[in-house]
């Protein structure tokens, strides 16, 4: 059986600010970095976004097609709380379960999306056919990592040009007399709420700060983001994957387009994202635009070959998801419900 063998590489352009913690100090959280060589050869910090958490972004979509897929339109598929684990996190290592080299085997032809994200089974490790690779900004500190293609006829910045800080202040309602008439309360918490809004007129600072630690339903905080506009490169390496486990890896970035951000805040429209992948395989000339993602996932033209090479792979995954159905459900130890 030919294996495919090669990387997805291409640019993440961002939308709205993207926030990915590193550290935080009080209410204020700052982007993470790492420290690489320069171009001059010395250290220097600079802001990257974790492959790790890109992985686990990619495996919980996949994890989700899977699922719905196999439930079908009418009933949803409920799993144990270990095979949940397994599927969304990559599992856990320990207990007393041996090494079981047939039910890996199993689990790769039968399963293929944990084929491609590995994990961990009982005291065993199922390796993956993925490399996810941190994202690294478009930025002078390093152009001497992003291939050159994605550089031409830019003006680099350093990437610390491209942040800025936003705050944010969220509000104790529970001190809006417009909403209080929905708010039930106990005797003593009325009591406490209306001492304490007495006693505030009166107390001095350093103790207004201690009663803010105690009740920080009302605050102030500040996040560090990457401004929109600003773009990331992203490789993607694939490793000895058969066709329908390529159809897997497909079917992820597909269903995460559906929702396409990344990093923390989504819910305050932060992270939002537009992507471009071109494939290039180790045997085989490359295929620019093989998959993007803009409010869906799209594939761009000329690339008449890849739009064939998609939809075969997806269609392939999804035809085998179907015919599979039932040797799937029960190696995930599954239920079938009505929604």
């Not at 056919?129 to 992003?146: F, S």
């Not at 500040?222 to 490789?235: A, K, N, Y």
């Not at 998609?310 to 995954?317: C, E, G, S, W």
């Amino acid at each position: 059986m030919k294996k495919i063998n090669g990387y997805l590489e291409g640019i993440i352009t961002l939308k709205s600010p993207l926030s990915h913690i590193g550290e935080s100090h009080g209410p204020d959280s700052y982007l993470a970095t790492q420290d690489i060589i320069g171009p001059n050869g010395y250290p220097v910090e600079v802001f990257t976004f974790s492959g790790n958490a890109l992985r686990g972004m990619f495996r919980d979509a996949g994890a989700k097609y899977m699922l719905d897929k196999l439930a079908g339109d009418l009933t949803r598929l409920q799993v144990p709380l270990d095979i949940f684990y397994l599927l969304f996190s990559g599992g856990s290592i320990g207990g007393d379960q041996k090494v079981d080299i047939d039910k890996a085997r199993k689990i790769r032809q039968n399963i293929p999306v944990l084929s491609v994200f590995g994990g961990g089974i009982g005291n065993q490790i199922l390796s993956g056919k993925l490399c996810c690779n941190d994202a690294y900004p478009l930025c002078v500190e390093c152009e001497h990592i992003i291939p050159q293609k994605y550089l031409k006829n830019m003006n680099l910045l350093s990437w610390r040009q491209m942040t800025a800080e936003r705050s944010y202040t969220r509000t104790d309602d529970a001190k809006d007399e417009n909403k209080r008439e929905y708010l039930k309360l106990t005797n003593e918490e009325r009591l406490a709420l209306e001492v304490g809004e007495q006693v505030s007129l009166f107390e001095d600072e350093s103790k207004k700060e201690e009663k803010k630690k105690d009740n920080p339903q009302q605050m102030r905080y500040t996040i560090e983001v990457l401004q929109p506009g600003s773009r990331l490169w992203h490789r993607i390496d694939v490793k000895d994957m058969t066709e329908i486990e390529f159809g897997a890896l497909i079917s992820c970035i597909y269903e995460w387009s559906k929702h396409p951000y990344i990093g923390g805040q989504s819910r305050i429209g932060m992270g939002k994202v537009e992507v471009e992948y071109h494939w290039h395989p180790f045997e085989g000339e490359e295929v620019s635009g093989f998959i993007g993602v803009s409010d869906r996932a799209y594939l761009s033209q000329p690339a008449q070959e890849a739009k064939g090479k998609y939809d075969d792979f997806l269609d392939r995954y999804n035809q085998y998801l179907v015919q599979n159905q039932e040797t799937a459900v029960n190696m995930l130890e599954a239920d079938l419900s009505k929604s």
